[in-house]
């Protein structure tokens, strides 16, 4: 049956036709043609077509401007039957140019019909339009139209299953790229407090969700014996309605359950609109994640979730490790500072407080977080070289002879040379501050004479603190300053003892440093001594 027919006024056009009872989304056809007995014989021709038990759904334009709108509708049309003479005499030679290059339709199978094999010779269009097959009307019987449609469609969905393929190998690229990204931010995180937070921020991130949140942690041997309703499981950290509560705050029923749902089978559940992930670690830990307002998370992210759920595990039980090292070198360090510090018969809590004013105006003074923790743990180390002082100097109860102040000055390097040759950053930074915290900015210090910018910003913060605290408290040899002639004292020293920045940064938060003295309050042993003694 050949194509050869006369003109009748169209029903509608843009309309879709297909047979309802077929399995499968019918593949979409385009017939761009302005005589409306093509798109009928068309359709009737194709009526019967299946492949891979899929019908075909016809879509009818008459125009090239009015394929132009549906085709900007239409993502996923397989083929167009373009007529190269309509509205014009190069009008679907047009259409096929703008469906390429301004429509960037790559996919869509392109076979042009005309009744006037002459008007464009079908060298000419071949070579120079991206189109599948060109076809004149008179030719293009019931069989040849039925072959046309079976290799372009085939071609139409090997070429959509390999941007398929493509687009899920790019997902998953991108997906492990999140993961990496994600747990790399919380293997930086230093606090259990602030890496609660970060795994909140980035499992959202990861999944592309804003939902309430609980970062929640069980004891494992709770679990593993088998007492899974009686495992109490503490809160971490949380957002929206969880955001601050207590640790020992009551779970809702529901929230309570899908947890220890989560604890018996081992693994991240999505249940009930919720995610609950599941993140154990070696140190005997299990972390619990809880999200809501899920509405579906596909298998990719699923997948995601488990890479990250093991990353997680393994950040985790560095952070407890590190924290553990640092905590017991932070200890021994205190300890030391304390053993130094009773042997030159100085206040109590001294090197307590001293770490704390340090950390606080070191956060004053624009450092960062980890620089100001790493001067609090460093900085119970500032006289450790005092402990190869003899006694006769050290705890002489008078002033210092020529000889014996030479011998004194002496504690800043003999301190450095007990510390320097250590590669951990605690200990390098106390060696700094031990040889430093002496100088003075304007260059009148010991043991270097080094000023301003050339002491270690630890040493001139160490310096502040020191000075305010000896001030502040009593000594066996002096009673304790009240706070406004400490500050009246301290204020003498700007730009000669003290960097002025930083100590007028001390004194306009000194109700900070205040509160941290009062936290750290001595005995009462100096104080009696220095009554009974006058």
């Not at 027919?5 to 309802?20: I, M, N």
């Not at 021994?332 to 770490?355: F, Q, T, Y």
């Not at 040759?421 to 700094?432: G, V």
Request: with cysteine; net charge negative.
């Amino acid at each position: 049956m050949s194509i050869d027919l006369t003109k009748k006024k169209p029903l509608f056009s843009g309309q879709k036709s297909h047979e309802t009872t077929e399995v499968g989304i019918p593949w979409k056809i385009l017939v761009v043609d302005d005589e409306p007995d093509v798109h009928t014989v068309t359709k009737l021709a194709l009526s019967r077509f299946r492949l891979d038990g899929r019908a075909l759904t016809f879509i009818n334009a008459y125009s090239a401007e009015q394929a132009k709108t549906l085709l900007s509708q239409e993502q996923d049309i397989a083929i167009a039957f373009i007529d190269v003479v309509m509205e014009s005499d190069h009008a679907g030679l047009e259409l096929v140019k703008w469906i390429r290059e301004e429509l960037r339709n790559k996919t869509i199978r392109l076979i042009l019909r005309t009744g006037q094999p002459g008007q464009a010779p079908e060298e000419d269009v071949i070579v120079n339009y991206d189109i599948n097959d060109y076809k004149a009307k008179s030719e293009l019987d019931s069989r040849k139209l039925m072959t046309s449609v079976y290799s372009s469609l085939r071609s139409y969905r090997d070429i959509m299953e390999i941007e398929q393929a493509r687009r899920t190998q790019f997902n998953h690229r991108m997906g492990l790229e999140r993961v990496l990204e994600a747990t790399s931010g919380l293997f930086e995180l230093r606090t259990l407090h602030k890496f609660a937070d970060g795994l909140l921020t980035q499992v959202a991130t990861l999944l592309n969700l804003d939902s309430e949140t609980l970062l929640l942690t069980c004891n494992a041997m709770d679990a593993i014996s088998g007492h899974i309703d009686s495992a109490e499981i503490e809160i971490l950290a949380g957002t929206g309605q969880f955001a601050n509560s207590p640790s020992d705050r009551m779970l809702p029923e529901h929230i309570d359950k899908l947890l220890r749902s989560a604890l018996t089978q081992k693994r991240c559940l999505y249940e009930d609109n919720c995610f609950i992930g599941y993140f154990p670690t070696k140190s005997g830990l299990i972390n619990l994640l809880y999200m809501d307002g899920i509405d579906k998370i596909d298998d990719l992210d699923k997948k995601l979730v488990d890479i990250f759920a093991i990353n997680v595990g393994i950040a985790f039980e560095n952070l407890l490790l590190n924290q553990e090292v640092e905590d017991t070198q932070s200890e021994l360090i205190l300890r030391l500072g304390d053993v130094v510090e009773s042997r030159s018969k100085e206040a109590a809590n001294h090197v307590k407080r001293m770490a704390e004013y340090c950390s606080q105006l070191a956060l004053l003074a624009g450092l960062s977080e980890s620089e100001a923790d790493l001067l609090r743990r460093a900085s119970p180390m500032h006289d450790i070289g005092k402990i190869a002082i003899p006694d006769a100097v050290l705890l002489k109860p008078g002033k210092l002879d020529e000889d014996e102040w030479k011998v004194m000055r002496q504690h800043p390097i003999i301190g450095h040379q007990i510390l320097a040759n250590s590669e951990r950053p605690i200990l390098k930074a106390a060696s700094i501050i031990a040889l430093q915290h002496h100088e003075k900015y304007d260059g009148s210090g010991y043991p270097s004479n080094l000023k301003q910018d050339q002491i270690h910003i630890f040493a001139r913060i160490v310096a502040i603190a020191d000075v305010f605290d000896a001030l502040s408290h009593a000594r066996c040899y002096k009673a304790a300053w009240p706070l406004e002639d400490v500050l009246t004292e301290m204020r003498k020293g700007a730009g000669k003892h003290f960097d002025p920045d930083l100590l007028e940064l001390f004194i306009q938060n000194i109700d900070v440093f205040v509160h941290v003295k009062d936290n750290w309050k001595d005995h009462d042993e100096c104080t009696s001594i220095f009554k009974n003694s006058h």
